[in-house]
């Protein structure tokens, strides 16, 4: 686990550090002549399989155009940072990735003690209350389906906590 870590945290700094270094130098999708045409036409999907599919190509393609729009000023932006704001933006993306990781392990954790502690979980709410020991065979569901729950929705708040500038 902990190697697992290691490697992580490398991967992701490299990634960050190597993102930042040639941001400036990334060449924005389109032609010079009609860069939002080429861009609307290349990303375009032909088939469709709900309205859903739809509404992500646009949002993607909505970010995409304002960010071929916005390019000058993300590149002015990205010029102007100073050491200290990115040691600091580095310091937060390493800080969050490593509490996400170990809130994943808690959760781990969390489930598998909840298969190794079936019986204990349905005598404990049986004490607590007469009427749970109806819910006590649910209780590792129940307690699984909560962790499916607060993962994805903690990983989403320490992405915007991340600091992405764009």
């Known amino acids: 686990m902990f190697a697992f870590i290691l490697v992580g945290l490398y991967g992701f700094m490299s990634k960050w ?3 930042d270094k040639h941001e400036k130098e990334r060449a924005f999708v389109g032609t010079k002549k009609f860069p939002l045409t080429s861009l609307v036409l290349d990303s375009w999907d032909w ?3 709900s309205r ?3 509404l992500n190509w646009r949002e993607g393609l909505h970010r995409d155009v304002n960010e071929k729009l916005n390019s000058d000023k993300i590149l002015e932006e990205l010029e102007k940072r100073t050491c200290a704001k990115k040691s600091i933006i ?3 993306r390493t800080l969050s990735f490593l509490v996400n990781l170990s809130e994943i392990a808690v959760a781990f954790k969390t489930i ?6 079936q ?3 349905a005598s404990f709410l049986e004490g607590v209350y007469a009427g749970l020991g109806e819910v006590a065979p649910f209780a590792q569901a129940l ?3 909560g962790i499916n729950i607060l993962i994805p929705t903690l990983t989403k708040a320490h992405v915007l906590i991340e600091n992405w500038d764009f």
């Open 52 to 54: 859903t599919d739809k």
């Open 112 to 117: 598998i003690w909840t298969h190794n502690q």
């Open 17 to 19: 550090i190597d993102f």
């Open 47 to 49: 088939d469709y399989n």
């Open 143 to 145: 307690i699984i389906s």
């Open 90 to 92: 580095y310091s937060v």
């Open 119 to 121: 019986t204990e979980i």
